[in-house]
Each structure stands twice: as C-alpha cells, then as structure tokens.
C-alpha cells in the first residue's frame, strides 16, 4: 500500500485486484474460492485501503 495520497483510487483498487486475481490464478485459485473466504475482493481493498493508517490485519 503506498504511504501518501492516491491520485485515482478507483484505478488504484482496481488494479490492485486485477493483480491479485491473476496472482491467485497463477497458484491455482480459483475466484470461487477467494469469493467464499473474503466475499468481494474489490471490497476487501477498498476496505484496506481506507483503513491503511497502519497496524496489522488481526
């Protein structure tokens, strides 16, 4: 996650799970399978992203 302000944050998230979509392919995961774990992933970054004043996941 950057440190500083993001210029497009809709670009960014979408990118960002862009990524990790193709990066879970790569390992063999499927989308059905991230999508019962975390529901959306979009959400979960948007979720992240708006929460990234610092500190660890629980």
Known sequence: ???GP???PG???TDLADRAMR???AE?????EIDEE???VYEAIIH???HRE???AD
């Open 38 to 40: 975390i529901g959306s």
């Open 48 to 50: 992240a992203v708006e």
């Open 11 to 13: 670009r960014f998230v």
């Open 28 to 32: 063999g995961i499927s989308i059905q």
């Open 54 to 56: 610092g500190g660890l």
């Open 23 to 25: 990066a879970a392919n």
């Open 6 to 8: 993001i210029d497009d």
């Open 1 to 3: 996650m950057p440190e």
